[in-house]
């Protein structure tokens, strides 16, 4: 048994093309909709960050930053945060940032989408419980969102 703390791992099965699933990934507006935060008119671009106003109910008053850092098309999109970052009161700059990698794999009956959280045993010991209580139930909610955008797109 996988006792880890230090990643998520989730993975779901999108039943469209490997374009479709790219695009709802690597549009940063088309990626805000479904994900909850509003980057339109941004771009994702590697060695660049992106910030937007979350609009996910009740977290309106925050901003999510990412550093994009890897852009592979149709394959791979990568970036770094500070996970679970929702007290408006912290500065959680000083703070180690997490990897967020999003993978496509062409599978029998459409694509194979996998996010991995990793780096988490680096948060600050009395964050990580919230961030892992967070994130793990988060990634859950984010992948059903992305497949049911991809669905009625």
């Given at each position: 048994?996988?006792?880890?703390?230090?990643?998520?791992?989730?993975?779901?099965?999108?039943?469209?093309?490997?374009?479709?699933?790219?695009?709802?990934?690597?549009?940063?507006?088309?990626?805000?909709?479904?994900?909850?935060?509003?980057?339109?008119?941004?771009?994702?671009?590697?060695g660049k960050a992106i910030?937007?106003?979350?609009?996910?109910?009740?977290?309106?008053?925050?901003?999510?930053?990412?550093?994009?850092?890897?852009?592979?098309?149709?394959?791979?999109?990568?970036?770094?945060?500070?996970?679970?970052?929702?007290d408006p009161t912290v500065?959680?700059?000083?703070?180690?940032?997490?990897?967020?990698?999003?993978?496509?794999?062409?599978?029998?009956?459409?694509?194979?989408?996998?996010?991995?959280?990793?780096?988490?045993?680096?948060?600050?010991?009395?964050?990580?419980?919230?961030?892992?209580?967070?994130?793990?139930?988060?990634?859950?909610?984010?992948?059903?969102?992305?497949?049911?955008?991809?669905?009625k797109a």
């Amino acid at each position: 048994m996988n006792t880890s703390t230090d990643r998520i791992e989730r993975k779901v099965l999108i039943k469209a093309t490997r374009a479709r699933v790219w695009r709802a990934l690597s549009d940063a507006a088309e990626f805000g909709d479904w994900f909850g935060v509003d980057f339109k008119g941004k771009s994702f671009a590697a060695g660049k960050a992106i910030q937007g106003r979350i609009t996910y109910p009740g977290y309106e008053h925050l901003t999510m930053e990412v550093m994009i850092d890897r852009v592979i098309p149709e394959r791979l999109l990568s970036w770094r945060w500070h996970p679970a970052a929702i007290d408006p009161t912290v500065d959680y700059s000083q703070e180690p940032t997490t990897l967020v990698v999003f993978e496509l794999e062409e599978v029998d009956g459409g694509v194979m989408l996998s996010v991995v959280e990793s780096g988490l045993d680096q948060i600050p010991v009395e964050r990580r419980p919230t961030v892992l209580r967070l994130n793990n139930s988060g990634w859950d909610a984010q992948m059903e969102n992305v497949k049911k955008h991809v669905a009625k797109a």
